[in-house]
């Protein structure tokens, strides 16, 4: 069984009908729809209720950071209650631009963190160009992480795993792996634990076919490289993703 832990579908221009058509003949049996902004993340809920095998998780990225309020709580905590959200996310730092600032990032961060520990849900972390402060915040809140996490599109280097691994972080990782030019990747794959390698495909973006818009059906592609990387059976790669993806997201049929 194929599983994508990481896509976006709402408002990116998908045929669903025909899309879930698609990911179901390359066999991807479960896909989860990761939230970046309250609208996005209520689109994605409507999704997975009406398509066998998606699930949804509710957050602000942290590119959306200073439009976060009470009101946006109110509501994401509405849809943690939902049977098929299966973590807080997208949520996290990029520190690639200029905006939000960093205090307001982290203050967000830190709030979503305390909600999926009140909720009891595992979380998806975006990390951009911030690794020292992302390890000092999840070492300095470490409490909050007890669901467990998971850092999505993982970019940080095969000499930075252990760090987070000691937290009992999950890494995912996608099309980025499929480039001829991504070595720092392809070292965190083959180094990653095995108990705690995910795939992802973060749609539409990565794609392993550059130029292309990715897809959840490209699932099968990047499992097969990621496998080749760790020198594994494909066979057997995917059926562990498949066990790691259903310990740190219990909610996952």
Request: glycine share 6%; net charge negative.
């Amino acid at each position: 069984m194929y599983i994508d832990v990481h896509a976006h579908f709402a408002q990116e221009g998908y045929d669903l009908p025909a899309e879930r058509e698609k990911i179901r003949a390359a066999g991807v049996e479960r896909v989860i729809l990761a939230g970046d902004t309250l609208e996005h993340s209520r689109m994605h809920a409507d999704i997975a209720a009406q398509s066998e095998g998606y699930f949804f998780t509710a957050g602000v990225h942290p590119s959306e950071a200073a439009e976060f309020s009470a009101q946006t709580e109110q509501g994401l905590r509405t849809l943690f209650a939902q049977r098929k959200c299966v973590a807080v996310g997208e949520i996290g730092l990029d520190y690639h631009w200029d905006t939000p600032a960093r205090h307001v990032q982290q203050a967000v961060f830190v709030r979503q963190l305390e909600l999926a520990h009140e909720h009891a849900l595992p979380v998806q972390i975006h990390a951009r160009d911030c690794c020292a402060d992302m390890l000092a915040l999840l070492r300095e809140h470490r409490e909050l992480l007890a669901h467990g996490f998971l850092l999505h599109c993982y970019s940080f280097g095969a000499a930075n795993l252990d760090n987070f691994a000691a937290l009992g972080a999950y890494f995912s990782f996608g099309g980025v792996a499929c480039f001829k030019n991504a070595r720092n990747v392809w070292e965190s794959v083959a180094a990653c634990p095995a108990q705690r390698i995910l795939t992802e495909t973060d749609s539409p973006y990565l794609s392993p076919f550059r130029g292309e818009k990715n897809s959840p059906a490209n699932i099968p592609v990047i499992a097969a490289r990621l496998a080749q990387l760790r020198g594994e059976d494909l066979a057997e790669f995917a059926a562990r993703v498949a066990q790691n993806a259903h310990a740190l997201f219990p909610k996952l049929e």
